[in-house]
């Protein structure tokens, strides 16, 4: 299992567990409305986290990718050079 779907589903049971604690609380229906509103803007900064987390994590290794297939492009092209100098120098 990625540990993308073991977040989200460590987020979803903590966001339903949170919501359950907060109906199930003695208190006043204003106090819970407000308690489930601040718990929900919690979760959804948390998730905003983690996704940015993850958008910068793809960022990184699509860079490394472009890099390696920069140095294996011009390394490619260096022996491709080297090749042809080498055929002309046998034939002249």
Do not use: H, Q, Y
């Not at 489930?36 to 958008?55: P, Y």
Request: proline share 1%; charged share 35%; hydrophobic share 40%.
């Amino acid at each position: 299992m990625s540990s993308g779907k073991v977040l989200l589903g460590v987020l979803a049971g903590v966001a339903v567990g949170a919501l359950l604690g907060v109906l199930f609380a003695p208190d006043k229906g204003w106090n819970t409305r407000k308690r489930i509103s601040k718990k929900g803007e919690d979760l959804a900064d948390d998730l905003r986290e983690k996704f940015d987390e993850f958008l910068d994590s793809i960022s990184v290794k699509a860079n490394e990718v472009t890099d390696e297939d920069a140095d294996f492009s011009e390394k490619s092209k260096s022996r491709a050079t080297k090749g042809k100098e080498e055929k002309k120098a046998a034939t002249a």
